[in-house]
């Protein structure tokens, strides 16, 4: 008799907890239901380190797409809208929307973080990230990366964003020599960035001559160098080897500069085996 009161005490238990739950669920949607969208909240969540998207800019981009969530019931907001609306944007890199009770919309967006700068001499205008993308250069989107300028022949056109595949994942055959060389920038750059040094000396990559990699793949551009610190020019060359060519830079800085001053020389020439040319000032 006392287990089957066990039982029936425990079944009743069960079943009010079960009840209020049910309860619980309908008030909820029902609340959800009636409740409006009170704010429109956008984080982006990089900020500190990348200041190219800024939080009233995503929100006005919500706004012009007809999608302002802003006195609407909260179960007509349509998220996944103001989501992809939101991606769209070159910069973005991930977006994620959400709203609560309370009636705020949350929309928290991280960016893409550009390496490098990329504007030559016939208009191309660009970003190339972390990530591995292109993304043209706005007005409003000025960070600081190493730029690159001159007489680059870039391998697409200049309203292309999107991934730039690595050389890896093209076939050999439909590389152009453009392309290569593109990529030899992005990995000197990467370089530069991964060196305290270089990353805070070099602010400037000039290709001061012309060479269409199309046609002639055995005679790549000569690069220059725009440094910092010093009101000087520094000739790389040819980028191959460029390790080799910066340590014996960085032995010159060392030994030369502390004596001579930053001043004295307006061209510093690395393409020689075992020397530097100097120009005087």
């Given at each position: 008799m006392k287990k089957w009161l066990n039982i029936l005490l425990s079944a009743l238990v069960w079943g009010v907890i079960l009840f209020y739950l049910i309860w619980a669920g309908n008030l909820g949607r029902k609340k959800r239901a009636e409740a409006a969208v009170n704010a429109l909240s956008v984080t982006v969540a990089d900020s500190a380190s990348v200041g190219i998207v800024r939080s009233a800019e995503v929100a006005r981009w919500i706004t012009a797409a007809g999608l302002d969530p802003r006195g609407k019931q909260i179960d007509s907001v349509d998220l996944n809208a103001i989501t992809a609306e939101v991606a769209s944007h070159d910069f973005v890199r991930d977006v994620t929307s959400s709203v609560g009770l309370g009636g705020t919309v949350q929309v928290t967006v991280t960016q893409r973080h550009p390496v490098l700068r990329v504007s030559t001499a016939d208009g191309h205008d660009f970003y190339y990230t972390a990530d591995g993308y292109i993304v043209p250069a706005g007005r409003n989107s000025a960070h600081y990366v190493p730029i690159i300028t001159g007489q680059l022949s870039v391998p697409f056109d200049k309203s292309f964003s999107g991934r730039l595949p690595s050389p890896e994942e093209i076939a050999e055959k439909k590389l152009s020599g453009n392309y290569i060389f593109l990529y030899k920038l992005i990995n000197f750059v990467e370089y530069i960035e991964g060196n305290d040094f270089w990353n805070s000396q070099i602010v400037q990559i000039n290709i001061p001559g012309s060479v269409n990699l199309t046609s002639d793949w055995n005679r790549e551009p000569e690069i220059e160098l725009i440094p910092r610190v010093g009101d000087h020019v520094v000739m790389l060359g040819c980028i191959d080897g460029y390790e080799r060519k910066l340590d014996k830079l960085l032995t010159f800085y060392r030994r030369a500069l502390p004596?001579?001053?930053?001043?004295?020389?307006?061209?510093?020439?690395?393409?020689?085996?075992?020397?530097?040319?100097c120009s005087n000032r």
């Open positions: 004596t001579e001053g930053w001043d004295k020389w307006s061209y510093i020439d690395l393409r020689f085996d075992g020397q530097v040319v």
